[in-house]
């Protein structure tokens, strides 16, 4: 008789990786978001419910934790076969700022570096602004997607919803923002950027800031000439 053994391990677990065959499972889409919901609730997830699991970014235990935590407050409310909120909620971003606290430090250490490059990012950006190489990227960035936390984009990354980017943005102290904005631009100059790209992070700075007025200045005129629409979002 043969035996076939199915081991799962959570992403940072002690383990071996090199016996049987290893399948990553990715981010779950929306429609088995809510047939998890579905089977934990014994009833189909409404509209506020469904937007509120979906800032999970397709991790199930993210949602399942999720939901446990809007049983325990008593906010889902059961009529007709549909659980559903009354509205729209934060408590998303508690679960999600939670799950990265129990990661490694360096996975939270580089997403905050990372959200603040945007959304979306390129690697060769982010380990430049981090002021270390790829190499170095290789475990917290692996662990960020195996959690779920981070998803592949065809020339980068990027957060998984963009609550979560919020939810990383906003722990960064203001000061320290600004500052992490102005490495951007500089950063961003020296690689060779647009200017929009470059703009975006100089209007982070403090007005007061006459060198970062003047950049921010000079890059609005050469996006009006080539972009008007930039110009004008800008």
Known sequence: RRWRFVLARRPGASGSAEL???????????ASVGALASGLLKARPGRHLMRE???????PLLVTELLRQLQWEGVIETSGGVADMSAPSSRATAV????????????????????????TFAVPELAALAGSSARDLVQPLSSAKSAGLVVERAHGLAFSH??????????????????LHRDAAAMLEARGATPGRIARHLAEIPDDDRQAVGRFAAAGREILARAPDEAAAL
Not at 20 to 30: I, M, N, Q
Not at 162 to 179: C, T
């Open 20 to 30: 049987g065959v290893r399948v990553e499972l990715g981010p779950w889409d929306s």
């Open 53 to 59: 699991l979906e800032a999970c970014g397709g991790n």
């Open 162 to 179: 963009a609550l979560l980017h919020e939810a990383v943005y906003d722990r960064i102290p203001a000061p320290l923002r600004r500052e």
């Open 96 to 119: 999600l700022t939670r799950r990265i606290d129990s990661l490694p430090e360096s996975v939270g250490q580089t997403l905050t570096l990372a959200s603040v490059l945007g959304q």
